[in-house]
């Protein structure tokens, strides 16, 4: 019986109907909250630096498809390899955002998670004009920046945009990184607060200064993010 659970939640049939219904449950939500952008210029200063590299926390991503403005920001998004990426791909793509498949971790499962791979397609895609959307933090170690971000703005030359994205009703799950499902008729705030650039001859030192200043500028526009909507950022229940 658990094997026929596992197989059914892992068919190509059952993956593409949840990623369906995750991407039009989305668009309903993002119609039916309005939207705040701090500072009130916010695309306009992003519009003049792309493409960029878009950072946002594990579990707070669900409705970064959303801030593209034009169709031709073209983006893709960094998804896990794990299995349970495969629902979050279909539903990125079905949002038109492109994917990248790997992991942005340069830890020891760098190699076992495609990370390489993946790594290279996200310069080779900067370099073609396209923005790159990615979690700042890395599976398990929820709201600390990994180095992989920082290593990409360095190689490629492109600004870090960190940003939150917060709905006024939610309701926050108990794992690893407090996953926020946002729910519609509420309000909404995206935040921009700082961009951060990576010169390209960064040393180690450098790098870790830089990785701290992305850390602190990523939590303080999530705390804004929830202060905007009105709502305590460590409520469960919205």
């Known amino acids: 019986m658990r094997r026929l659970l596992r197989d059914t939640l892992r068919g190509s049939w059952f993956q593409r109907g949840i990623g369906f219904l995750a991407a039009e449950y989305l668009k309903f939500v993002w119609r039916t909250n309005r939207f705040t952008l701090d500072p009130p210029g916010l695309y306009e200063r992003v519009e003049r630096q792309l493409p960029a590299i878009f950072a946002f926390w594990h579990g707070q991503h669900f409705m970064t498809p959303f801030i593209k ?28 955002i492109g994917t990248i498949r790997g992991s942005g971790d340069h830890g020891s499962g760098f190699h076992r998670k495609g990370g390489i791979s993946a790594y290279r397609e996200m310069v080779r895609a900067l370099e073609e004009n396209y923005n790159v959307a990615m979690t700042a933090d890395v599976p398990k170690r929820s709201r600390i920046v990994g180095l992989g971000i920082i290593m990409l ?23 690893w990184d407090r996953t926020t499902i946002n729910l519609p008729f509420g309000r909404g705030a995206l935040i921009g607060v700082e961009e951060v650039y990576v010169p390209s ?7 870790e200064e830089l990785r701290l200043k992305l850390e602190a500028i990523l939590n303080e526009a999530t705390r804004r993010a929830y202060a905007m909507v009105g709502r305590p950022e460590g409520a469960d229940h919205g």
């Not at 703005?153 to 794992?175: D, K, V």
């Not at 001859?201 to 790098?207: F, G, L, S, T």
């Open 69 to 96: 403005t034009k169709d031709s920001h073209v983006a893709k998004v960094l998804v896990s390899l794990h299995p349970d990426g495969e629902y979050n791909a279909i539903a990125a793509e079905r949002l038109g």
């Open 153 to 175: 703005a360095r190689e490629s030359g492109r600004p870090i945009m960190p940003f939150a994205m917060a709905t006024s009703r939610y309701i926050r799950l108990n794992n």
């Open 201 to 207: 001859d960064a040393d180690a030192e450098k790098m």
